[in-house]
């Protein structure tokens, strides 16, 4: 089930903004502190972080990387009033997910549902293309192994052949048969890197055409 926690220091504002989410569909957490909730994060337990509430500008941008650290997939939401530009960069540059304004009304709390679910949808993503590059990595580990292990030896066995001084010898062709197995290693090694780029590509290019589809229906 998908976690999400709420932190807020005021008890009737996490209320209110638990309200927002079915509880048949998210695991929440509501706690005054994001501290209060750590073993949920490390554990990956939480997936999606709405913090709510007032932070000074050291405690916020140190908090974010802090959470990171627990679960680089983690989606933090900080829902604040209007901060500096330079603060926001700040927050924006250490990876935060989406900054919502504090408003009162029926606006703000859509806002904040949306990001939630969005949210939880990119976590899913980010995590199946990191299971799928990893199980490709590990098919293509034997392969890189046999490959590694043909060029070794074909660097070992051209001097040998060169050792013999009595008769002209050409090392032609075993210097094509090594520069052919070395670019299959390379090719070997580009091709997750190439998947994985078209992965979050295709994530990119399906997100924006989401925000278009969402931006032609609320008109």
């Given at each position: 089930m998908n976690g999400l926690l709420i932190a807020n220091k005021n008890r009737e504002v996490r209320e209110q903004l638990a309200?927002?989410?079915?509880?048949?569909e998210y695991q929440i957490t509501k706690a005054d502190s994001v501290a209060n909730a750590l073993e949920g994060i490390i554990n990956k337990e939480i997936q999606v972080v709405v913090i709510d509430g007032h932070y000074d500008e050291q405690n916020i941008v140190k908090l974010i990387p802090l959470l990171k650290k627990c679960n680089r997939n983690i989606s933090i939401i900080l829902v604040s009033n209007e901060m500096p530009i330079e603060l926001e960069r700040r927050i924006r540059k250490e990876g935060i997910f989406y900054h919502a304004l504090k408003t009162v009304g029926e606006d703000n709390r859509e806002e904040i549902y949306q990001a939630v679910s969005y949210a939880f949808k990119k976590y899913e993503e980010n995590t199946t293309n990191q299971a799928v590059a990893k199980k490709r990595e590990k098919a293509l580990f034997p392969i890189k192994s046999v490959l590694s292990t043909i060029a070794?030896?074909?660097?070992?066995?051209?001097?040998?052949?060169?050792?013999?001084?009595?008769?002209?010898?050409?090392?032609?062709?075993?210097?094509?048969?090594?520069?052919?197995?070395?670019?299959?290693?390379?090719?070997?090694?580009?091709v997750p890197a190439l998947l994985v780029l078209f992965g979050m590509t295709k994530a990119v290019a399906q997100g924006i055409s989401e925000k278009r589809a969402a931006g032609v229906k609320s008109h």
């Open positions: 309200g927002l989410f079915d509880k048949n070794i030896t074909l660097l070992l066995v051209t001097p040998a052949f060169a050792i013999d001084t009595t008769q002209t010898y050409s090392s032609g062709l075993l210097v094509m048969l090594l520069v052919g197995f070395c670019g299959l290693l390379v090719v070997a090694q580009l």
